[in-house]
């Protein structure tokens, strides 16, 4: 389970004791700080998680179950239990990236109906103070304890093993925890959380089992999810980790946003700095920061596709303008910068979105993101000359990225990967239907995973990774599966050709719907899944995941209950 609120806290926790990354967070200095390690009821094997409008719900053998709400504009929690069994309760207060291992001091004070503890540590710029009230009785153990997290080994990130505090159990039926840097302020948020009524859910069924109604159920929670990763106007990449905004994270995401959403960002994004014609790759952390000097290459390239799928056609004449005020320059430096003799824009050093394998080089997304940013400028100014420059990079594309009917993913590198397909929506006027459809072939061929996705590099290649390595990156770019890949590639496959590719738009639709509803992170959509099988690793909740799933849902047409109205996003 996944929940998030940026004026209030994260609450990340799988069924099972997993990952360092897991607990109750406070966002505190644009950073999380973590103060609860994990709840459950004391003894009890977990049978389900229910998740129920704001609240969720860890069900157990013989009948129990916590509901768990964090509050969205306030530092603390309500506990709701059903049956008698104490809730236990572990912590490990600390930054979300600082690992202290010694000098971890903490005290606990008893009061009528709440107690306190107090934590400091040479880290977290403390000390904090954590009130638990309202519960009946209060056994509290307080001894250090070794933890393992199995999925922290699986991706190779370290530490998987850890001492963290076990509390001890409360007993109660509902309960709160407050957080905060004083005594009185943790007392009044604990007190603020007991004071919620958490209502157990009733499930039934509603005759509605189909992928329809599935597909339905997965676009509601993902708006929620992308709400809980607004950064008003921008976005945050994702959680528990990436909770920065990176330019062209924000604008992926930014696909599936309602309209109005959509101008927010792109207004945010063409106010951001530029240099030699890129805009920034990291924009800074949520709440400010200056970033660092790097910049992306296909910033432009997913800018311009979100001005091409918002419709140039709704924007005011005002924002058109605005627009191409800010590409004319843009452009101009960028066609400045073409090889004299390929006529193709070349990228650096990890400035594309395959961003730990260098992929240096005149890359297909890059050229056509230019040629879609002269197309916008032809048609917002009026100017031929624009035009023109769109033809000429097309031109340079079929001369040196084209070779025997294949598209190549960069000049003179037949690795084959999806992004081939991703281009389509671009300038899908580079290649006729027939060639298209021949180039969507052969990489659907080298990439296509039985169970409903692409892996990210062809299976027949050397470099071809079969299970995520984590944070070793060898699979990240060579044989990891990328959720917002899938999706877009989904959606050029619609465009092109909805019934010869029937099968895989349907497949992929499915499982990125099965994988937002019953895998990793319930309610949010994943980063990356092995390519041997369908399995979610990175981050939880991952943005441009989200935002293109649900701009495949509008694509297809398919955000309805069966017979009711269609949903309007975010009404």
Not at 390 to 399: D, F, G, K, M, Q
Not at 441 to 463: P, Y
């Amino acid at each position: 389970m996944l929940r998030h609120s940026y004026q209030g806290s994260l609450f990340y926790q799988f069924t099972e004791r997993s990952t360092r990354y897991e607990g109750w967070h406070l966002w505190e200095n644009n950073s999380f700080l973590k103060i609860i390690e994990r709840i459950g009821l004391s003894g009890s094997v977990v049978t389900g998680l229910i998740r129920s409008d704001a609240t969720d719900w860890i069900t157990y053998e013989r009948g129990g179950a916590l509901g768990i709400y964090v509050d969205p504009d306030t530092a603390c929690l309500t506990l709701s239990r059903i049956g008698n069994e104490g809730v236990s309760i572990d912590l490990d207060i600390r930054d979300q990236y600082q690992l202290p291992e010694w000098g971890r001091e903490f005290s606990l004070e008893h009061h009528e109906q709440f107690c306190t503890l107090r934590y400091q540590d040479e880290y977290t710029n403390g000390p904090w103070y954590i009130c638990f009230y309202g519960y009946d009785r209060v056994a509290p153990q307080l001894q250090w304890v070794a933890v393992d997290y199995p999925r922290d080994t699986q991706r190779h990130s370290y530490p998987d093993q850890r001492y963290v505090l076990h509390f001890g159990s409360l007993y109660g039926d509902q309960l709160g925890i407050g957080c905060a840097r004083t005594t009185e302020e943790a007392l009044l948020r604990a007190q603020h959380g007991a004071e919620r009524t958490l209502t157990y859910p009733h499930l039934h069924t509603s005759g509605h089992s189909a992928l329809a109604g599935e597909e339905h159920h997965a676009a509601l929670l993902a708006q929620e999810s992308l709400r809980s990763l607004a950064a008003n106007p921008s976005y945050w990449a994702g959680l528990p980790w990436f909770h920065q905004s990176w330019t062209r994270d924000v604008l992926l995401t930014a696909l599936g946003l309602p309209p109005h959403l959509q101008q927010e960002v792109l207004v945010w994004a063409l106010h951001l700095p530029t240099s030699n014609g890129e805009f920034p790759t990291f924009a800074g952390a949520l709440g400010g920061g200056e970033g660092d000097h790097r910049t992306c290459a296909d910033g432009l390239t997913w800018l311009t596709l979100l001005i091409k799928e918002y419709g140039p056609h709704m924007m005011s004449d005002e924002l058109r303008k605005h627009i191409a005020t800010i590409l004319a320059p843009l452009c101009t430096t960028l066609l400045a910068r073409r090889h004299p003799t390929l006529g193709l824009l070349e990228s650096d050093v990890d400035q594309t979105w395959m961003d730990t394998i260098g992929r240096t080089g005149y890359r297909i997304e890059i050229q056509l993101g230019l040629a879609l940013a002269c197309e916008h400028l032809a048609h917002f100014t009026g100017d031929e000359s624009w035009e023109r420059s769109r033809l000429e990079i097309l031109s340079a594309v079929r001369t040196q990225l084209v070779s025997n009917g294949s598209l190549l993913d960069g000049y003179e590198d037949i690795t084959v990967r999806p992004n081939v397909i991703i281009s389509y929506l671009l300038q899908p006027d580079l290649l006729s239907v027939a060639q298209w459809e021949h180039v969507f072939d052969e990489v659907l061929k080298q990439t296509w995973l039985g169970w409903g996705g692409l892996s990210s590099i062809s299976h027949f290649d050397a470099r071809y990774q079969a299970y995520s390595t984590g944070e070793t990156n060898l699979s990240y770019h060579n044989g990891d599966s990328w959720f917002f890949v899938n999706n877009l590639v989904a959606g050029a496959l619609y465009r092109l050709n909805a019934t010869k590719y029937r099968t895989e738009i349907a497949s992929i639709l499915r499982t990125s719907t099965h994988e937002i509803l019953y895998h990793h992170a319930l309610g949010h959509h994943g980063e990356i899944s092995s390519a041997h099988t369908l399995t979610s690793w990175g981050c939880g909740a991952q943005g441009f995941s989200t935002g293109a799933y649900l701009w495949l849902q509008k694509e297809l047409s398919t955000l309805h209950n069966p017979g009711a109205e269609p949903v309007q996003f975010w009404d």
